[in-house]
């Protein structure tokens, strides 16, 4: 893994994970929903429109217009739309802490529906990262949570899942910046009919929510996606999902600066667990893993 790769990994991890931060600051002042399809629709828009001046066609491969409309549909309609509606009744750093859980669960999957053998590491690491979940779930019972949001945001996960195992067929065949629009678009047009049935246009204006649409819009949104589809097209999905293990850190440590969220000592230690566990998973899944051959990776 070279140092462009590494330092893609790493603002990946840190923009992937501010979102939540963000997110939290746009729900508590307008509509989830309309929000998030105004976001994709922003966002989808420029990404074309830059696509375009650079050359690209939205002449897709047929691999690519499945996957991206399952990414639409799941990380973008799903995943955010839920975690979005669950952000109003629960904290930025429990959302992305179960968030971050999704290499895990793709992990978990292989092993239970594609007939994948886990390795001893990657044994040990689901084991760590269901004990660290249990150790932060369990804080979060005793001192209250919303079970609806809580509920919301493993439904989320769940979906975000399901668009990582479809991302591969979106990375064949170039055009990523297309690719990234367009399933932004998917989004908007899912999330444009629940908004228009169930929401009222209600926002509270104010710079900070400004700011943290647009950051929203651009940032999170449309560079790291951009950047995670380049990712994971220069190393393979397995390397580049070893990034993973970043985002619970990033995702509770950007939360508690920016919202003033509490941290407690269980909280800091299950997130710990957690990150081991993912690192864990993800290095017994690289291509001949063993002490030296990662030691040259």
Excluded at 133 to 151: C, N, P, Q, S
Excluded at 167 to 184: E, I, K
Excluded at 201 to 212: K, M
Excluded at 240 to 268: K, M, Q
Aim: proline share 3%; with cysteine.
């Amino acid at each position: 893994m070279d140092i462009r790769a590494i330092l893609m990994g790493l603002a990946f991890a840190v923009m992937w994970s501010s979102a939540f931060t963000s997110a939290r600051i746009i729900v508590a002042a307008a509509p989830p929903l309309s929000a998030l399809a105004l976001r994709f629709l922003i966002s989808g828009l420029f990404a074309i429109a830059i696509a375009r001046l650079l050359g690209q066609s939205w002449h897709l491969t047929r691999g690519q217009w499945r996957a991206t409309i399952i990414f639409g549909l799941c990380q973008n309609a799903l995943y955010l739309g839920l975690n979005f509606v669950a952000m109003q009744t629960i904290e930025a750093s429990l959302a992305a802490i179960i968030a971050s859980t999704m290499p895990l669960l793709v992990a978990l999957s292989g092993w239970a529906f594609l007939g994948d053998r886990p390795k001893p590491l990657a044994l040990a690491g689901l084991l760590a990262g269901i004990v660290g979940v249990a150790l932060i779930m369990g804080v979060r019972f005793t001192g209250g949570v919303d079970f609806y949001g809580l509920a919301l945001c493993i439904g989320g996960v769940i979906a975000l899942t399901v668009a990582t195992l479809s991302l591969r067929g979106a990375t064949s065949g170039g055009n990523f910046l297309m690719v990234v629009g367009l399933q932004m678009l998917v989004g908007c047009v899912a999330l444009s009919i629940p908004a228009v049935a169930l929401e009222t246009l209600q926002i509270d204006w104010s710079l900070n929510l400004l700011l943290a649409f647009a950051y929203t819009v651009f940032v999170p949104g449309l560079a790291a996606t951009l950047v995670w589809f380049l990712l994971v097209d220069r190393i393979g999905a397995v390397r580049a999902a070893t990034f993973h293990f970043l985002n619970p850190f990033f995702g509770v440590a950007i939360a508690a600066l920016l919202l003033g969220e509490t941290l407690r000592p269980l909280d800091l230690l299950g997130v710990a667990v957690i990150a081991g566990g993912i690192l864990a998973v993800q290095l017994s899944r690289l291509p001949g893993a063993s002490a030296k051959t990662l030691g040259k990776s």
